[in-house]
């Protein structure tokens, strides 16, 4: 019996602990929630530049106490995936803030698959990424429960993978958003708006690969521009349509993303607001912006509204604006 107790023990210490459950994501009392999205890392294990990536991710760690950190992908750029994903966490982790992430199109490029790159990420604690069972990179949406009612869910957070190149000859460089992910949403949208009575919930949308919109906006003589416009918008070419059903639903109100390095600002598009995150990595591929960042984001409860800034690794604070406030008063100005 004794032999029998010892295997046994020595059986259920060989597997796997399960991982705890997470407490779920809430608004604060106040009514905030706040986010910093990190993008384009392109951390490279064994390069030095690497390192200002991780002192980017903890100065904002630090000084913004967020309640959730997003990477929105290319977390990576060379081999040594692995290592270079614990770098990135390990700040995150050590100071126990959740966190989630999407893939961008350089992430599967390296000595990792990116299912493997999947479930690295989500062994550490604090991810909240669901098991993506059969998918290599799954779309996913996070729950934020109210400040005074934990069983009501508050927003919404839709994380999506926007996949890498065009598979179709002569579409473009970029893939583009799937009509299975467009439905994907909108079946999520209309099951969280029929459990809140008919109403929409207020949400938010991230992904690596900006939208077309992206370009109508920028293309748009009257479209107000908080930051700075340094290169082309690297978008699709073809538009699947997921804008039009983000304005059909009327949930989301914001979509954020990364993908190029010299663009990190917030405009709107048909009072939708649309803004890049700010490059967070080293220099170990192209940026001309300077100092790396993060983007703050700061909802309100129970409003389609939201205070958001870039925020530099050294502290300085760039083009802060609210949602839709800052871009209605410079819609109207310009109108003068």
Known sequence: MKLLKALLICLLAALPCAAQEAAPLRFRPDGT?????????????????????????????DAEQPD?????????YADGVAEALRALTAPIVERGVPFAFVFGNHDHQFDMTLPDSYDLMRSFPGCLAPDRGSIPSPDYTLEIRSAADSSRVASVLYLLDSHQGSKIKNTGKYDWLKTSQIVWYKANSTKYTELNGGKPIPSLMFFHIPLPEMEYAWSQTDSYIAGTHGEDICCPKMNSGMFTAIKEQGDVFGVFFGHDHDN???TTYWNILLAYGRYSGGKTVYTHLGKPGVRVITLREGERALSTAVRLTDGTILDPVDYPASFDAKRKKKKK
């Open 264 to 266: 990190d600002y917030a």
């Open 68 to 76: 959730l950190v997003i990477f929105t992908g290319d977390q990576v």
């Open 33 to 61: 929630f706040k986010i910093l999205q990190v993008t384009d890392t392109h951390y490279k294990t064994g390069k030095s530049a690497s390192r200002a990536a991780v002192q980017n991710i903890t100065s904002a760690l």
